[in-house]
């Protein structure tokens, strides 16, 4: 994506801030007419604002960031690069999903980095603030409380971490500030946001409409396939900052893993470790990696002619009866039929 005219101007202070040019920094400043300043809402240090201070060198927002009541229920924007990390907070929920490259994302007692493909949705209310110092794109889904509703009608029959988390954290509950999930570069959940993104920019007639259509399936996708590794984090919990790298963990090694060489990894002991799982997951380390299991498996049953044996082994089974057990209970199908009612 190009960069717009307030990036380049967040690009050429943060060039100069980084050479510690106060001098061109000032010239650079002194040419941004008022109304300029104002109508683009720039945001930096030097400039002074009834709407943020400076706190340490740090910006803080003064008020909850919100727009008119008569605007849509929702707004979507690429997050300004190089804008300085200013701490803000929202009257909105707002969904993160970093299409390119990597960021970071600061909590009051957790910051994360993100990388391509993650998601974070953000509660009402809770303050935090966002870094991207290179070409990194953050795609930013703002969404008003009382549209929630409309986005899950379809999708929240059944009890899931998303839905979960609205329910908590609409109701204003703060141990519940954000949900996080590591997606990486999933082709079905990118496209659906970039569809969704390129519908509402594209100012053609129902373009929002169906943006906001194209956000449902993202949610609906998003449900069925990562449920078992969405993170409903905490702020007061002190391994906040290293679920996300956990899970990841979890996810590439799945095949082979167990909880004692995990828990090595990350230097707990296999009952700590197992705590983390549960106290983020809401599910036991077993049950967790059972699923990532079997969903490996329904992929590689609906896109490959492999024996069911192999299936099982390349998935982490080596006793092909136990896999066939599992797989029943798991989709009320043997992995034979499975596939002959999905090819």
């Not at 001098?23 to 240090?45: D, G, S, T, V, W």
């Not at 971490?161 to 590591?182: A, C, D, H, N, T």
Request: one cysteine or more.
């Amino acid at each position: 994506m190009e960069y717009t005219e307030r990036e380049f101007l967040y690009r050429e202070y943060h060039r100069l801030a980084q050479q510690n040019d106060k001098y061109k920094i000032r010239q650079l400043l002194n040419a941004l007419p008022p109304q300029y300043i104002e109508r683009n809402r720039i945001i930096l240090p030097e400039i002074s604002s009834p709407r943020f201070r400076i706190e340490g060198g740090t910006i803080i927002q003064n008020e909850l960031l919100h727009w008119a009541g008569s605007q849509p229920d929702i707004l979507m924007e690429k997050h300004p690069r190089y804008l300085p990390e200013f701490i803000h907070g929202h009257a909105y929920v707002e969904l993160m999903y970093l299409y390119r490259g990597q960021c970071r994302n600061r909590f009051s007692h957790t910051v994360m980095s993100m990388k391509e493909g993650d998601v974070c949705i953000i509660a009402p209310r809770v303050k935090h603030g966002v870094s991207i110092f290179d070409d990194s794109i953050l795609i930013n889904i703002q969404i008003k409380p009382q549209a929630i509703a409309g986005l899950l009608t379809d999708i929240s029959e059944d009890q899931n971490p998303l839905l979960l988390f609205f329910q908590r954290s609409l109701q204003g509950e703060k141990q519940f500030p954000y949900l996080f999930v590591r997606t990486g570069t999933a082709p079905d959940l990118r496209e659906k946001i970039s569809d969704a993104f390129g519908e509402y920019c594209s100012e053609q007639p129902y373009g929002r409409k169906i943006a906001v259509m194209y956000l449902q399936l993202f949610f609906a996708l998003m449900i069925r396939k990562y449920s078992s590794v969405m993170v409903v984090a905490a702020e007061e919990k002190s391994n906040a900052h290293k679920i996300g790298l956990i899970l990841d963990y979890i996810q590439k090694h799945f095949r082979e893993i167990d909880l004692q060489s995990l828990a090595e990894n990350f230097h707990y002991t296999p009952q700590y470790m197992s705590k983390i799982i549960r106290e983020y997951t809401g599910v036991p380390f077993s049950c967790l990696v059972r699923r990532l299991r079997l969903e490996q498996a329904t992929y590689l049953l609906r896109c490959s002619e492999k024996a069911i044996p192999v299936v099982a082994r390349e998935v982490g089974y080596r006793d092909t009866d136990h896999f066939i057990r599992l797989f029943k209970v798991q989709y009320q199908y043997t992995p034979l039929k499975y596939r002959q009612s999905h090819q």
